[in-house]
C-alpha cells in the first residue's frame, strides 16, 4: 500500500544552520507529494508541493525534489530561524484523473524541528 | 488564514457518548476530507465528501460518519466514544479541479477532542 516515512524528531538546530529533513515513500502509480507544516497549536499548512518526478518545490526558503529513482522528497533548507520550529509532516496523495475525487493524503509521523537562537 | 474554520476548538467527553465536530469550508470547495490526528502521530484519513456524498473512507469504524451541506460546510459525528477517539480532528477542503493532479487541501485548525 501507500506510505510515507520520514526521519525521526526531534531535530535541533542553531539559528542559520542547514536542515535537512528526510521523507520516502512507497506508492502505486505516480503521486503527488507534499511537505505540511504544524505550528504550535494550530491546523496544517501547505509548505510546498511537486506534483511529478523532478519537480522542485520551494516556498520560504524550503526545498524539495520530487526523486522517482530513490522515492524521495527531503526537505532542505540552507539557513534555518527561530521562526522556522515547527512540525513538518511529509504527505502523498494519488493523482486521480475524474472530477471530484481527489484522493486523501497520506502522512508520514511528522519531524519536530526546534531552533535555537 | 485558508478561510476553513472548524468548531468547537476543544470538546471534552466522556466514554460512550456521541459528538458532532463541524467545518465550514471556503466558498467553492465541494470536496471536504475529515483527519483525525492523534498526539505525535500525522493526521489519517476519516473519509471524504464531494457534493454531499461519501467518495472515499479510510480504516475508521461506522461509528465515524459525516454530513456536507450545500452551503460548504460540513460534520463530522463519532457515536459510542472510545478513550482511543482522544485526538485532533481536522477537516480540510480542496477547490474543484477536472484532473486532481497537483490539488491542495486547505486545513482548518481543528476541534481538540478529549475522551475521558
Known amino acids: 500500500g501507500n506510505s510515507v516515512t520520514q526521519m525521526e524528531g526531534p531535530v535541533t538546530l542553531s539559528e542559520e544552520a542547514f536542515l535537512t529533513i528526510n521523507c520516502t515513500y512507497t506508492?502505486?502509480?505516480?503521486?503527488?507529494l507534499f511537505w505540511y507544516v504544524q505550528y504550535p497549536g494550530e491546523g496544517l499548512q501547505l509548505l510546498l508541493k511537486?506534483?511529478?518526478?523532478?519537480d522542485k518545490g520551494s516556498n520560504k526558503g524550503f526545498e524539495a525534489t520530487y526523486r522517482k529513482e530513490t522515492t524521495s522528497f527531503h526537505l532542505e533548507k540552507g539557513s534555518v530561524q527561530v521562526s522556522d520550529s515547527a512540525v513538518y509532516f511529509c504527505?502523498?496523495?494519488?493523482?486521480?484523473?475524474?472530477?471530484?475525487?481527489?484522493?486523501?493524503?497520506?502522512f508520514g509521523k511528522g519531524t519536530k524541528l526546534s531552533v535555537k537562537p | 488564514e485558508t478561510g476553513v474554520t472548524q468548531s468547537p476548538t476543544h470538546l471534552i467527553k466522556t466514554r460512550g457518548q456521541q459528538v458532532t465536530l463541524r467545518c465550514s469550508s471556503q466558498?467553492?470547495?465541494?470536496?471536504v476530507s475529515w483527519y483525525q490526528q492523534a498526539l505525535g502521530q500525522g493526521p489519517q484519513f476519516i473519509f471524504q465528501?464531494?457534493?454531499?456524498?461519501?467518495?472515499g473512507r479510510g480504516n475508521f469504524p461506522p461509528r465515524f460518519s459525516g454530513l456536507q451541506f450545500p452551503n460548504y460546510s460540513s460534520e463530522l459525528n463519532v457515536n459510542a466514544l472510545e478513550l482511543d477517539d482522544s485526538a485532533l480532528y481536522l477537516c480540510?477542503?480542496?477547490?474543484?479541479?477536472?484532473?486532481?493532479?497537483?490539488?491542495?487541501?486547505?486545513f482548518g485548525p481543528g476541534t481538540r477532542l478529549t475522551v475521558t
Open positions: 511537486a506534483t511529478k518526478a523532478d
Open positions: 480540510a477542503s480542496t477547490h474543484p479541479g477536472g484532473s486532481g493532479e497537483g490539488y491542495e487541501q486547505y
Open positions: 504527505a502523498l496523495a494519488r493523482n486521480m484523473n475524474y472530477g471530484g475525487s481527489q484522493g486523501n493524503l497520506i
Open positions: 465528501y464531494y457534493r454531499e456524498e461519501e467518495n
Open positions: 506508492a502505486t502509480g505516480y503521486p503527488s
Open positions: 466558498s467553492g470547495h465541494n470536496t
